[in-house]
């Protein structure tokens, strides 16, 4: 396969085992993963962490273990964020699936691995549209991973962002009538839980981009100010990190865009 598109600010983050350990709970808000004892796997986030994507997947598969975790992040956020081509944004997203779903598998308490394989499998569905996911029963995995990722870790704030969208895009789609009867998705549901999400992490973009997306999937018009307004606040975070780096950047393009 072909070198990955490297994150276009190289050297502006400068994580190393130390600095990564010491940060471990400002970087790791989101998605609650316990800080690992292996300075291979601490290796592996430094690299991460600085936007080495393709570097940190492939550390993350070396080391084994709590690096897997690693690897499926890496790979699933550089496929998200900055693969151009979309034939191998998709395999990207099928190979950290099937990674995390074998890791669920074998660490059935390990309340990542449940994560990634739904935000693989749920990126992968919005490549393939959410339409044809959902005929072919993606829908209903995707939600199950979410839940079970939230009951084993109750503050992973990235889970119920990521559930939130699974309810909104699901109703966008089929309508919340069919969406409510056929997959369970609830409008209520998905404000709850990104209200939720931003109570355990008020600073995440994310959080506040795919909240604004989905007042206006539920909402329409009356909401766009709202969603606005999310943005602008996305868009004046300070990143941390190189993904939250693409986050800002991406609030900050859709607002030019407007």
């Known amino acids: 396969m072909a070198r990955w598109t490297p994150f276009p600010h190289a050297g502006d983050y400068r994580f190393d085992v130390a600095s990564v350990k010491n940060l471990w709970s400002q970087l790791h808000f989101g998605d609650a993963e316990p800080c690992p004892h292996d300075a291979a796997v601490l290796q592996a986030w430094a690299l991460y962490h600085n936007g080495e994507f393709e570097q940190a997947a492939a550390a993350g598969l070396g080391a084994g273990g709590p690096g897997i975790t690693v690897a499926n992040k890496a790979t699933a956020i550089y496929a998200n964020y ?32 449940w994560y990634w394989h739904a935000y ?50 699901v109703i966008d789609k089929v309508g919340a009538l069919i969406g409510g009867m056929t997959y369970g998705a609830k409008k209520d549901t998905s404000l709850q839980l990104f209200q939720e999400a931003l109570r355990i992490h008020p600073g995440s973009a994310i959080g506040m981009i795919e909240y604004a997306n989905a007042l206006v999937m539920l909402e329409g018009e009356p909401k766009m100010q709202q969603a606005t307004q999310l943005y602008e606040q996305a868009a004046a975070c300070e990143p941390r990190d190189a993904r939250e780096r693409l986050d800002v950047e991406m609030a900050r393009v859709e607002l030019e865009a407007d």
């Open 82 to 113: 900055l693969e151009p081509k979309e034939r191998t944004r998709l395999d990207l997203f099928m190979q950290a699936a099937e990674r995390a779903q074998a890791q669920a598998a074998q660490e059935p308490a390990n309340a990542n691995a």
């Open 120 to 169: 693989a499998l749920g990126r992968y569905s919005q490549g393939i549209s959410v339409g044809k996911a959902l005929a072919q029963g993606l829908g209903g995995k995707v939600k199950n991973a979410l839940e079970t990722a939230i009951a084993l870790s109750p503050r992973h704030a990235d889970a119920r962002i990521a559930l939130g969208t699974f309810h909104a895009e």
